[in-house]
């Protein structure tokens, strides 16, 4: 499940590397692409 959640986040180009100097903003990083992730994946289970 960890491996998985890790491969998720690789494919997040802003998550790629490490750009933010602030570990708040990398961690505010994953949260938002994690939120998109579950948005992505809600509107394919509702159709």
Do not use: H, Q
């Not at 491969?7 to 692409?33: M, Q």
């Amino acid at each position: 499940m960890v491996e998985r959640t890790f491969a998720w986040l690789g494919r997040c180009r802003r998550l790629s590397k490490d750009y933010e100097y602030l570990r708040v903003c990398s961690e505010n990083a994953i949260y938002l692409t994690m939120a998109m992730l579950l948005v992505r994946r809600l509107s394919r289970s509702a159709r």
